[in-house]
């Protein structure tokens, strides 16, 4: 993790902000998922109640370059400004980016497990009537499943900051519970 670049969503009259960080994340999901090598984590230094305009990619010199060279954000290059690739400035610590997967559908859950045979639909309607979903005031990027074609909202967490950096594995959307990036 000795180099980063970030992406800046550029204001736009036609498009929201959050509508061309999600078109962004996609395509940077669908590289990320292509490449399969893991060693690629993402932040968002403007992260607040949204998260912000600016991704930053983190990794080394030479995987950040193979990414950059698939020209994967093609069509989108209108509506960012990307920074060169440039090495990691003073650090105040390290920190998680991480997935939460919120089940926020009662109903939805209890259909499923009818349909498995988990439950029965009499224990589902008792259990429906009892249920409260659960919310997440977490930043959220929406996403669209590229199997399912159904919509969902990838939750973020950036963790506490750390004095001292943690090894692992990014996911496809370069988030890692685990594994820390350097923050600055």
């Known amino acids: ?3 980063f670049l970030e992406i ?5 009259p036609e ?9 962004l994340f996609a395509k940077l999901h669908r590289a990320l998922a292509r490449r399969g090598t893991g060693d690629i984590g993402v932040s968002f230094p403007e992260h607040n109640v949204k ?15 193979e990414l950059e060279s698939t020209r994967w954000r093609a069509g ?3 509506y960012c400004e990307t920074t060169a ?30 349909r498995k045979g988990w439950i029965t639909e009499e224990e589902a309607l008792l259990r429906c009537a009892n249920a409260k979903e659960q919310g997440c005031s977490l930043p959220f990027i929406q996403m669209k499943s590229l199997s399912s074609k159904e919509s969902f909202r990838l939750f973020i967490r950036h963790g506490e900051l750390r004095q001292e950096a943690s090894g692992g594995l990014f996911s496809t959307y370069g988030l890692s519970a685990e594994a820390t990036i350097p923050w600055f």
């Open 1 to 3: 993790m000795d180099h």
């Open 51 to 65: 998260p912000g305009c600016v991704v930053r990619l983190h990794g080394s010199r030479a995987a950040l370059a």
């Open 8 to 12: 800046r969503v550029l204001p736009d």
């Open 15 to 23: 498009f929201k902000a959050e509508t061309l960080m999600s078109a």
């Open 76 to 78: 989108m290059n209108d």
């Open 85 to 114: 690739l440039l090495p990691v400035p003073a650090i105040s610590g390290w920190r998680t980016v991480a997935r939460v997967q919120v089940k926020s559908s009662a109903d939805r859950l209890l259909r499923r497990s009818v």
